[in-house]
């Protein structure tokens, strides 16, 4: 196993631990914060507080380890999380509350994927495994990670058949530090300063641009949601909480299962045309959520819509890792998740608001939004070619 193939293994064994607690944590914390006995404004401010903590603390992260290291601020980021749960174990104080919630990232936008809970790591561990693949591998890198993340979080969520708090939280300390520990042997490559083309400059930041555009506007319609689906099916569908698990099980699943197919779709429809015709149908299925008044029609809906929104994942990180040179690509991850999750924290904060007048408002406010977001990706991408399909020929697929 060469040191490449060593530190990727590392920084999967980190992400799957990672991936498991934010697997019961995106279940729990909402019905965890009920259970203390907060209201729906209340724990929207909670969940805003993480939404608008955490891109604020990604954008600091990245662009230092741009300039100083990637390793140092990937292990600063990872403690964020452990430290988040212990405060969970010890108190119920509303203001800690609050200080754990912008630790770790409580109530931001995208559930499971990616790592869920606790996002400020991500974009460190993107621009690490750019650092370690190719443009040819870099795709069907970034889905075995996202299918692995998915698929731990999604056995997560059945942790939450687990009833007593106290007990979640300590696994997922337990966990969380595991991911810790397991990527203190990685090696990143050192920071080398040189002097760089005024074209290749400008080039990055008009790339950070356009997907700081795209990221805020997924950031609203995600953080107008995302956080809220399992107080929603407790709530307005009466499920338990063991209930929730299943479908958040099912759900992650289905995600990640069809992610195998990703590579494949990017390949043949390229990269800006399979992230439209993905988020597309997700977009509907989000709309027609809210007007589905039996809890099976909504369990189904939720699980493929979704689906639907993760299916491109890989392909639109690999997409911004092509187009950004080696020098930015932490800072490039960094500003897309702080342009995707500060924006999320308003529309995550206001929305418990909005399910107190109405289950619909929310989802249709998303859809609205979606579909300028998938807008703005036709007009920046369509006539980039690195962005179109590259192949024509049968796909054959790569034995792993």
């Known amino acids: 196993m060469n040191r490449n193939t060593f530190d990727i293994t590392l920084l999967l064994i980190s992400r799957i631990t990672r991936s498991i607690t934010a697997g019961f944590i995106s279940v729990v914390i909402g019905l965890y914060f009920l259970h203390i006995g907060l209201n729906l404004v209340q724990i929207g401010i909670l969940f805003g507080i993480g939404a608008f903590a955490s891109p604020l603390i990604a954008f600091f992260f990245s662009i230092y380890a741009d300039i100083k290291g990637r390793k140092l601020t990937l292990l600063i980021t990872l403690a964020f999380l452990p430290i988040s749960i212990a405060i969970l174990l010890l108190t119920k104080n509303f203001y800690l509350l609050g200080l754990a919630s912008a630790l770790g990232g409580f109530g931001i936008a995208g559930g499971l994927v990616g790592g869920g809970v606790g996002a400020t790591v991500a974009p460190i561990q993107t621009a690490i495994l750019a650092e370690k693949t190719d443009n040819k591998e870099r795709t069907r890198i970034y889905s075995i990670f996202t299918l692995a993340s998915t698929y731990a979080g999604a056995a997560g969520a059945l942790f939450s058949h687990i009833q007593n708090y106290n007990e979640l939280f300590i696994i997922g300390f337990i966990l969380s530090l595991i991911s810790f520990i397991a990527s203190i042997p990685i090696r990143t490559q050192a920071i080398i300063k040189k002097k760089e083309e005024v074209e290749v400059r400008k080039k990055d930041l008009d790339v950070i641009r356009k997907f700081t555009y795209t990221g805020i506007f997924n950031g609203i319609a995600q953080g107008l949601i995302t956080p809220f689906i399992p107080v929603i099916f407790e709530k307005f569908y009466n499920l338990s909480q063991g209930e929730i698990g299943n479908i958040v099980f099912f759900g992650g699943i289905v995600s990640a299962t069809i992610m195998f197919l990703t590579p494949y779709f990017t390949e043949h429809l390229g990269f800006v045309k399979f992230i439209i015709i993905t988020r597309a149908i997700s977009s509907i299925l989000v709309l027609a959520f809210p007007f589905l008044r039996t809890p099976l029609l909504a369990e189904t809906d939720y699980v493929i819509f979704t689906t639907f929104r993760v ?30 999750l500060l924006p999320s924290a308003l529309s995550t904060s206001i929305s418990g608001v909005l399910l107190t007048i109405g289950l619909s408002i929310p989802f249709v406010s998303s859809f609205v939004v979606n579909i300028f977001n998938l807008f703005l990706y036709y007009k920046f991408f369509w006539n980039i070619p690195e962005a179109q399909a590259k192949k024509k020929v049968s796909y054959i697929p790569r034995e792993t």
Request: aromatic share 4%; charged share 15%; glycine share 4%.
């Open 311 to 340: 299916f491109a994942l890989p392909s639109q990180q690999a997409l911004m890792m092509n187009l950004i040179s080696e020098r930015r690509r932490a800072t490039a991850s960094g500003i897309n998740q702080t342009a995707r």
